[in-house]
């Protein structure tokens, strides 16, 4: 082969100029004046990233640090065609790269969709495990951070006292939909009345539900426009109203 | 050198690295981005380094980083081992009063201000540790807690001294850093104090708060700083002046202080210079500026282009209505596509630009300004042991502290 190179041992800083030849499977490192520095078996060659025209070779068994040094597009392209087991490394070391690569972005995509799914069905199992006062708590907090930042401390208006009044019924339905929910322990939002627990509603053939929902024949809800809204079997407050 | 050379002469370093080369890099690494969701950083940071390290050359000899991604994914991994404990705790100070979770916050950002400096230290262990010249490695010893405290404790008496502190600070970290490096066998030395950092750092003191002061007195008195309005176009222009003033002296002070630290760096009787210039510093950034309008124009007709064809009632008469380019939006996923596609553009664009000539530049900047004496002596460093402990920065990248 008779390649120039540059070869350094790992073992100390000082750096030799020698020639490369391929000799019975392994590549010989001959010193200036021709004395053989190391012989490094084929099978045991690998190449580490360098620049651009530049082939780094290291050897399995050797000091981490020891390399044969290539620089020139000519030199390097005769050695890489001298040792086809280098394409053959760099192809399997870049494999092994994008199997991780693939196996960690499946891994993150699998914790995402944890989290987007996941979160949400269980959400209902863990709000029976959270104290009804801790709830307390943390409603109280969020409604003072809002009245703190949408008031900018002076204290949100009362707007209506009257608790029979068309919006704060309105209020008290919304709140009892939303805490509406099979074995809840509170269903209290600070600040907001709620009188009375709201009874799940029930859907009778023929007639609405207290979501504004008409029943069909089978007793299951549908988005009948023909449905009056006053048709409700319960409602939120307890009191069954009546078309 | 190799054998043969008779005569020491100062060894320049050499960079042979090429902004194309490293731009088709961070192309392909920013598209790998979307199809791993960010996961390829890990590998883009890895061939980054590779390449400053490998194009910067001395004596005939370029570096080299033995770093892989799988470390710096580990490290990432143990990190969040710090992190997750920590949103936790932003969670539950998120439902306390105001006054509990101000005070959390507060107790949480002087706790990362802490972390910080450990980050930043092991950080360079890791780096170092995977660096290879010649074949021999590099290392970090010292104490990152030690690090830590030491840049805690100064930069909270730079606070208490309203900056003048900063100097002490500066050599005190330098001189840390540099006194527990080595390679292979050898030791770094440091000679570097406070005393060759304090007048560049006085004279930019003094005049940026001279021109600060100057600048803000003469835009008040311009209607530069109106209570209410908008100010007027001589405020603008003289707070920009000022502004641009103060930034050419930071950039002075930032030249100073590279070039007198760098060289006060020695191993054994191996000595580096740099000499690195404040206006090549400016022209950095000029360039940078001018490289990112650019890129933005670009982006900002293709913009043009490809909302038009998507959303064209917005601009049918040739004018532009945002109501029902709103409408648009709301109704069209591939408006909204287009929207976050064009926005992910823009943040690749401004990492691409900064990269390249910032980072670039400055890599360059430091190696083309670098020479070595003495570098014959280094032929009889041995070896010592690869540092197995360490898994690689997790704790910087997670921060985001980390450089290069």
Same mark, same amino acid.
């Given at each position: 082969?008779?390649?120039?190179?540059?070869?350094?041992?790992?073992?100390?800083?000082?750096?030799?100029?020698?020639?490369?030849?391929?000799?019975?499977?392994?590549?010989?490192?001959?010193?200036?004046?021709?004395?053989?520095?190391?012989?490094?078996? !084929?099978?045991?060659?690998?190449?580490?990233?360098?620049?651009?025209?530049?082939?780094?070779?290291?050897?399995?068994?050797?000091?981490?640090?020891?390399?044969?040094?290539?620089?020139?597009?000519?030199? $390097?392209?005769?050695?890489?065609?001298?040792?086809?087991?280098?394409?053959?490394?760099?192809?399997?070391?870049?494999?092994?790269?994008?199997?991780?690569?693939? %196996? !960690?972005? $499946?891994?993150?995509?699998?914790?995402?969709?944890?989290?987007?799914?996941?979160?949400?069905?269980?959400?209902?199992?863990?709000?029976?495990?959270?104290?009804?006062?801790?709830?307390?708590?943390?409603?109280?907090?969020?409604?003072?951070?809002?009245?703190?930042?949408?008031?900018?401390?002076?204290?949100?208006?009362?707007?209506?006292?009257?608790?029979?009044? /068309?919006?704060?019924?309105?209020?008290?339905?919304?709140?009892?939909?939303?805490?509406?929910?099979?074995?809840?322990?509170?269903?209290?939002?600070?600040?907001?009345?709620?009188?009375?627990?709201?009874?799940?509603?029930?859907?009778?053939?023929?007639?609405?539900?207290?979501?504004?929902?008409?029943?069909?024949?089978?007793?299951?809800?549908?988005?009948?426009?023909?449905?009056?809204?006053?048709?409700? &079997?319960?409602?939120?407050?307890?009191?069954?109203?009546?078309? | 050198?190799?054998?043969? !050379? %008779?005569?020491?002469?100062?060894?320049?370093? $050499?960079?042979?690295?090429?902004?194309?080369?490293?731009?088709?890099?961070?192309?392909?690494?920013?598209?790998?981005?979307?199809?791993?969701?960010?996961?390829?950083?890990?590998?883009?940071?890895?061939?980054?380094?590779?390449?400053?390290?490998?194009?910067?050359?001395?004596?005939?000899?370029?570096?080299?980083?033995?770093?892989?991604?799988?470390?710096?994914?580990?490290?990432?991994?143990? !990190?969040?081992?710090?992190?997750?404990? *920590?949103?936790?705790?932003?969670?539950?100070?998120?439902?306390?009063?105001?006054?509990?979770?101000?005070?959390?916050?507060?107790?949480?950002?002087?706790?990362?201000?802490?972390?910080?400096?450990?980050?930043?230290?092991?950080?360079?262990?890791?780096?170092?540790?995977?660096?290879?010249?010649?074949?021999?490695?590099?290392?970090?010893?010292?104490?990152?807690?030690?690090?830590?405290?030491?840049?805690?404790?100064?930069?909270?008496?730079?606070?208490?001294?309203?900056?003048?502190?900063?100097?002490?600070?500066?050599?005190?970290?330098?001189?840390?850093?540099?006194?527990?490096?080595?390679?292979?066998?050898?030791?770094?030395?440091?000679?570097?104090?406070?005393?060759?950092?304090?007048?560049?750092?006085?004279?930019?003191?003094?005049?940026?708060?001279?021109?600060?002061?100057?600048?803000?007195?003469?835009?008040?008195?311009?209607? =530069?700083?109106?209570?209410?309005?908008?100010?007027?176009?001589?405020?603008?222009?003289?707070?920009?002046?000022?502004?641009? /003033?103060?930034?050419?002296? &930071? *950039?002075?002070?930032?030249?100073?202080?590279?070039?007198?630290?760098?060289?006060?760096?020695?191993?054994?009787?191996?000595?580096?210079?740099?000499?690195?210039?404040?206006?090549?510093?400016?022209?950095?950034?000029?360039?940078?500026?001018?490289?990112?309008?650019?890129?933005?124009?670009? *982006?900002?007709?293709?913009?043009?282009?490809?909302?038009?064809? &998507?959303?064209?009632?917005?601009?049918?008469?040739?004018?532009?209505?945002?109501?029902?380019?709103?409408?648009?939006?709301?109704?069209?996923?591939? $408006?909204?596509?287009?929207?976050?596609?064009?926005?992910? *553009?823009?943040?690749?664009?401004?990492?691409?630009?900064?990269?390249?000539?910032?980072?670039?530049?400055?890599?360059?900047?430091?190696?083309?300004?670098?020479?070595?004496?003495?570098?014959?002596?280094?032929?009889?460093?041995?070896?010592?042991?690869?540092?197995?402990?360490?898994?690689?920065?997790?704790?910087?990248?997670?921060?985001?502290? =980390?450089?290069?």
């Amino acid at each position: 082969m008779g390649i120039a190179g540059r070869f350094h041992d790992g073992l100390t800083a000082q750096v030799h100029a020698v020639g490369l030849e391929y000799v019975a499977g392994a590549l010989v490192i001959l010193a200036a004046d021709g004395t053989e520095l190391q012989r490094w078996p !084929a099978a045991d060659l690998y190449a580490v990233p360098s620049r651009k025209h530049e082939l780094r070779l290291a050897a399995n068994g050797k000091p981490t640090g020891a390399r044969v040094v290539v620089s020139g597009r000519e030199d $390097v392209a005769r050695v890489l065609a001298t040792l086809p087991v280098l394409h053959e490394k760099r192809r399997q070391q870049t494999g092994r790269e994008i199997r991780l690569a693939v %196996t !960690a972005t $499946v891994a993150l995509a699998a914790v995402i969709s944890a989290y987007l799914y996941g979160v949400p069905l269980l959400a209902g199992r863990i709000v029976g495990l959270v104290p009804p006062a801790w709830e307390q708590s943390l409603g109280e907090t969020v409604a003072r951070q809002m009245e703190a930042s949408l008031s900018e401390g002076g204290g949100l208006e009362l707007c209506d006292n009257d608790p029979t009044s /068309l919006a704060n019924r309105a209020i008290a339905r919304f709140g009892a939909a939303t805490l509406e929910a099979p074995a809840r322990p509170s269903n209290s939002i600070s600040g907001w009345s709620s009188p009375t627990s709201p009874t799940p509603s029930r859907c009778r053939a023929g007639r609405c539900s207290s979501s504004r929902r008409c029943c069909n024949r089978r007793g299951r809800r549908t988005n009948s426009p023909a449905c009056s809204p006053t048709r409700w &079997v319960t409602s939120p407050t307890g009191t069954a109203w009546s078309s | 050198m190799v054998w043969g !050379a %008779t005569e020491e002469q100062p060894v320049p370093v $050499v960079f042979t690295g090429t902004r194309r080369e490293l731009g088709g890099m961070l192309l392909r690494g920013y598209v790998l981005l979307i199809p791993t969701i960010g996961l390829y950083r890990f590998w883009l940071t890895t061939r980054k380094r590779r390449f400053y390290w490998s194009n910067t050359e001395i004596d005939g000899d370029p570096l080299e980083y033995t770093g892989s991604a799988m470390q710096l994914l580990l490290g990432f991994l143990m !990190a969040l081992a710090v992190f997750v404990p *920590l949103y936790g705790l932003f969670f539950y100070l998120s439902t306390q009063s105001s006054e509990a979770a101000i005070f959390g916050y507060s107790g949480v950002a002087v706790l990362l201000w802490f972390l910080m400096g450990y980050a930043l230290y092991r950080a360079r262990d890791f780096r170092l540790s995977q660096t290879l010249w010649r074949g021999i490695r590099c290392d970090q010893g010292g104490s990152a807690w030690g690090y830590a405290l030491r840049r805690f404790g100064w930069s909270l008496l730079v606070i208490v001294t309203a900056g003048l502190a900063y100097p002490f600070m500066a050599a005190s970290l330098w001189r840390y850093r540099y006194r527990n490096s080595w390679y292979g066998d050898r030791q770094f030395g440091f000679t570097g104090s406070w005393k060759q950092l304090a007048r560049p750092f006085y004279v930019a003191y003094l005049a940026i708060t001279a021109i600060g002061a100057a600048g803000l007195g003469l835009a008040y008195a311009a209607d =530069g700083l109106p209570t209410s309005g908008t100010p007027s176009v001589e405020g603008v222009v003289v707070l920009l002046l000022a502004a641009a /003033l103060i930034g050419m002296l &930071v *950039l002075y002070y930032q030249s100073r202080e590279l070039s007198r630290m760098f060289s006060a760096v020695q191993l054994g009787e191996a000595k580096l210079t740099v000499v690195v210039r404040a206006r090549s510093l400016a022209g950095q950034y000029l360039v940078f500026g001018l490289a990112l309008a650019g890129s933005y124009f670009v *982006l900002a007709v293709g913009g043009l282009i490809v909302l038009g064809s &998507v959303a064209s009632g917005a601009f049918a008469g040739g004018e532009f209505d945002l109501a029902i380019f709103m409408q648009t939006l709301q109704g069209s996923f591939v $408006v909204l596509l287009a929207i976050i596609f064009g926005y992910l *553009l823009l943040f690749g664009a401004f990492s691409l630009m900064a990269e390249l000539f910032l980072g670039l530049g400055l890599w360059k900047l430091v190696a083309r300004g670098a020479s070595i004496t003495g570098l014959d002596s280094l032929a009889s460093v041995g070896a010592r042991g690869e540092d197995m402990a360490l898994a690689g920065e997790g704790l910087a990248d997670a921060l985001n502290v =980390g450089a290069y």
